[in-house]
Structure formats: structure tokens, C-alpha cells
């Protein structure tokens, strides 16, 4: 069965890149159809979608957060890397890595993982 798992620091300063991790088993990231995607919850707020990288390596990410987001891949560590740029205090929540199938369903999520951004 896929499994997705977060890493990364869970403290960044200010001004810094916010980068994150995402390893999954069970599953190939470049298997047609998937998209791989990156979800965040800040404290007291709602899911808020960042972006995802499709089975071929395209990225597309929410326009709110379009100009400071990239989403790349390591195809041979089955890895999708999240790094947001210029990071503030409202960045802080927490980060899922999530599975989206050709129905655009979100089946398969990480446990997240909390990231702080603070000096």
C-alpha cells in the first residue's frame, strides 16, 4: 500500500527557504495518471493547497503562492521536494504530502509535519 512521509526542518528563519520532503513506497511517482501533491494547515485556519508535480515532472502550484513555490522530483529516491521561498511567519502550519489519482481524490496523505518560521 502507498506510504507518504514528511521531512525536513521543523524550524526556519525568516527570509529563509522553507524546504520539504516528501518519500513514498508503495507507489512510483512517475506511474501515468498521478499527481503529487503538497497541502498546508496553518494554526486555527483550513487546508490550503500549495501545488503538485504531475507523474511527467510538471508543477503547479496556488496562485497566492505561485511566485515563492517550487516543486520538484527525485525520481531515484521516489522523492517530491516542496521549497517556499522568502519565508514568513505565516508560513508556519502544518505540511502534508498527499496523493492525487486521475479523479483529482487526494487518497493517500503523509502524517504531516509542523513547521515553525521564526528567528
Known amino acids: 500500500q502507498v506510504q507518504l512521509q514528511e521531512s525536513g526542518p521543523g524550524l526556519v528563519k525568516p527570509s529563509q527557504v522553507l524546504s520539504l520532503t516528501c518519500t513514498v513506497s508503495g507507489d512510483n511517482i512517475t506511474t501515468s495518471g498521478y499527481h503529487w501533491g503538497w497541502i498546508r494547515q496553518p494554526p486555527g485556519k483550513g487546508l490550503e493547497w500549495i501545488g503538485v508535480?504531475?507523474?511527467?515532472?510538471?508543477?503547479f502550484s496556488n496562485p497566492s503562492l505561485k511566485s515563492r513555490t517550487s516543486i520538484s522530483r527525485d525520481t531515484s529516491k521516489n522523492q517530491f521536494i516542496l521549497r517556499l521561498n522568502s519565508a514568513t511567519p505565516e508560513d508556519t502550519a502544518m505540511y502534508f504530502c498527499a496523493r492525487r489519482q486521475q479523479t483529482h481524490e487526494y487518497d493517500a496523505w503523509g502524517q504531516g509535519t509542523q513547521v515553525t518560521v521564526s528567528s
Open positions: 508535480i504531475s507523474y511527467s515532472g510538471y508543477a
